[in-house]
Nanobody
Framework: QVQLVESGGGLVQPGGSLRLSCAASGIIPSANAMGWYRQAPGKERELVAIITSISITNYASSVKGRFTISRDNAKNTVYLQMNSLKAEDTAVYYC?????????WGKGTLVTVSS
């Protein structure tokens, strides 16, 4: 069982930046993927970015060039650097841990982009 703890959400103005972190604990196989999904009010949860244990990444087209996902394998932590934030990035951001096709989720952290 993997536990995930997210941090770094908050209120930011359009054009601003935020950095999300997610630390995993528990039994953690070395071959895994970690990432971020988000869910805006009234919308389905969607992929933001994901990174494998060998740093292969995949991004949603809506965030490419603005968001950067990275990880520290020694700390079992994944980061999401979000720049040039837009109002449409407002959502609850959920951390994902994926191994052997099984997903574990964090509780979510709210990101609000508003002036």
């Amino acid at each position: 069982q993997v536990q995930l703890v997210e941090s770094g959400g908050g209120l930011v103005q359009p054009g601003g930046s935020l950095r999300l972190s997610c630390a995993a604990s528990g039994i953690i196989p070395s071959a895994n993927a970690m990432g971020w999904y988000r869910q805006a009010p009234g919308k389905e949860r969607e992929l933001v970015a994901i990174i494998t244990s060998i740093s292969i990444t995949n991004y949603a087209s809506s965030v490419k060039g603005r968001f950067t996902i990275s990880r520290d394998n020694a700390k079992n932590t994944v980061y999401l650097q979000m720049n040039s934030l837009k109002a449409e990035d407002t959502a609850v951001y959920y951390c994902l841990f994926r191994v052997y096709g099984m997903d574990s989720w964090g509780k979510g952290t709210l990101v609000t982009v508003s002036s």
